[in-house]
């Protein structure tokens, strides 16, 4: 049992009680909760970490270790979100216990500990905090909201790098590199938007725009964003549905209604919709084209 002759009071290492909290509102219901494990060699210590972690319902706990050893067996076998992790402990402390099981499986962590000479070391492994005892609910709350936000982060970034490979591996199959010219135009589109993909017939596309390194693409009186250069993504389309009118814009022909003349000579694209797009100079020979087949 470790003793800290400066903080002796707080010997039995449990948190000091202010006022009982509410227990804290779970999870949003398309959210699970953050699988999280203790690990001190102190009972008391243990016990504190889990009567404060029990009344927020967005936590779940999934084990409990007491020295270096059986933590990093347990972060091995749980795969936790979330570690509350002591520095000191027999069997190797909290820094060989990730060590063990390397950056790419380890929990985001909270070092807990009376021990203040770690501190340097514990932010050198990317921990999210460092909670030093005798600490408060307060304390202990305000630590608990920053590890969930960082969980919950490195959820969204998980997800988005899936959601990434696997737009790449549908965009293989469904025609999202430029065809070759013996090859026909892609019939779909494939975004990503919002954490979903989307399959977008190219019929149902009214226009599209260029917005810094993205197309964005108007379907229906929505958008969707798409990370493609225009030129690339003229190519993938069939010049017999779709026609460019200016640097930055591309527009179904099915959806045009008519050209209204602007000023100076100029004339903007009216939609079926009401848009009304700028009709570029440099383009005014493609659009006399289409006029030209029409009549």
């Not at 227990?23 to 699988?35: D, F, L």
């Not at 596309?205 to 225009?230: C, N, P, Q, S």
Request: charged content about 30%; overall charge neutral.
């Amino acid at each position: 049992m470790k003793t800290n002759p400066a903080q002796a009071r707080a010997a039995d290492s449990e948190p000091k009680r202010n006022e009982p909290a509410e227990r804290a509102a779970p999870p949003a219901a398309t959210g699970r909760c953050i699988r999280t494990i203790i690990v001190d060699d102190e009972p008391a210590a243990r016990r504190g970490i889990r009567l404060l972690l029990e009344r927020d319902a967005g936590v779940e706990i999934v084990g409990e270790a007491s020295t270096g050893a059986e933590a990093a067996e347990l972060m091995k076998c749980e795969l936790p979100d979330l570690a509350f992790l002591d520095v000191q402990m027999p069997g190797g402390d909290g820094f060989e216990a990730l060590a063990k099981i390397g950056p790419a499986m380890a929990p985001a962590v909270v070092f807990v500990t009376a021990y203040d000479e770690h501190a340097l070391r514990a932010f050198e492994v990317n921990a999210i905090d460092y909670l030093l005892k005798p600490y408060d609910d307060a304390r202990f709350g305000a630590v608990l909201q920053r590890a969930k936000d960082e969980v919950r982060r490195r959820q969204a970034d998980s997800v988005n790098a899936r959601l990434t490979q696997l737009l790449d591996y549908l965009q293989q199959g469904a025609g999202q590199n430029p065809p070759r010219k013996d090859e026909p135009a892609a019939d779909r589109i494939l975004v990503k938007s919002s954490g979903e993909i989307f399959f977008l017939k190219v019929t149902e596309i009214d226009w599209i725009e260029a917005e810094g390194d993205y197309m964005k693409f108007h379907v229906a009186g929505r958008a969707h964003l798409m990370r493609e250069t225009m030129a690339r993504l003229e190519a993938r389309l069939d010049p017999k549905r779709f026609i460019r009118i200016h640097r930055s814009t591309i527009v179904n022909i099915d959806r045009l209604r008519k050209l209204s003349p602007s000023f100076a000579g100029e004339y903007a694209v009216i939609l079926h919709d009401g848009t009304k797009l700028k009709l570029s100079r440099g383009y005014h020979e493609r659009i006399a084209a289409l006029l030209k087949q029409a009549m």
